[in-house]
């Protein structure tokens, strides 16, 4: 079983749309389980009705997930649901022992131990939960959406990464339009600041994945033949690539 985190503390970069679609990619080889860690409960409405329950789990060590695992649509995607509760425990999980906040993410994290994949959709938080959780994964992926700010900001991101030990495999350039010159300019100065942690494939600003997203399909759903959607294919290889 392998768990990839998709992380940022920024919103609105595409965790979520990243999720799904490298899921959609991964479940073409492997049985997936999608974790929605984030209260707004997009990706768990993308997949199925939410169900509570992850918020009980994790503070509770006798509590177990399954009641809030869906089936989907998807014959070999799963999705573990959050609600609006979720965004309400972190203080109830603070006053757990160290111990006890890694049992109950491990427990959840393991769910029922039959997926091939388990893909983290995180919310935008710095937390002790967003923490603890990342750093229980096999690798953490960071989408960004290109600008002066969101590379300036790249650092507090890398270094709490590595401040709780998380395994960063990289950024995703997300939104990426290469008719901009200052996109590839902004890609240069974000390759001169994290070197080999940028991974190669970039996917493009394109309404094939906006609208995808809307109509809840997958990009490869909405239009397969696209290169938008192709691009998915590439990123989930490297994702692989760089997740031990
Ligand atoms: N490559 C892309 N091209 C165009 N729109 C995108 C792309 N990726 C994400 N979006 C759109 O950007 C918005 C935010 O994406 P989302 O995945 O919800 O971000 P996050 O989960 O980080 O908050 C959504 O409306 C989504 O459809
Ligand atoms: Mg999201």
Partial sequence: MKTIALYNNKGGVGKTTTAINVANE?????????IDFDGQANSSRFFA????????ALIHADYSPVSAVSST???????LTSTPALNLITAQFVRLSEEEQTANIRKVLEVDGSYDFVILDMPPAFNALTTKVITLCDSVFVPIELGTFAIQGMPTVTNALADSNAKFGGCIVNKFDKENPADTELLALL??????????TTVPFSRVIK????FRLTAKEYMKWTAAAQAYEDLTKEILERTE
Avoid: C, H, T
Wanted: overall charge neutral; proline content about 5%; cysteine-free.
């Fill in 191 to 200: 390759s001169d600041l994290l070197g080999n942690k940028v991974l190669r």
């Fill in 211 to 214: 609208n995808s997203f809307s």
């Fill in 49 to 56: 009705e939410p169900k509570a329950g992850l918020d009980m």
């Fill in 26 to 34: 991964l479940a073409e080889i492997g049985r997936v389980l999608v």
């Fill in 73 to 79: 649509r998807y014959p070999n995607i799963d999705i």
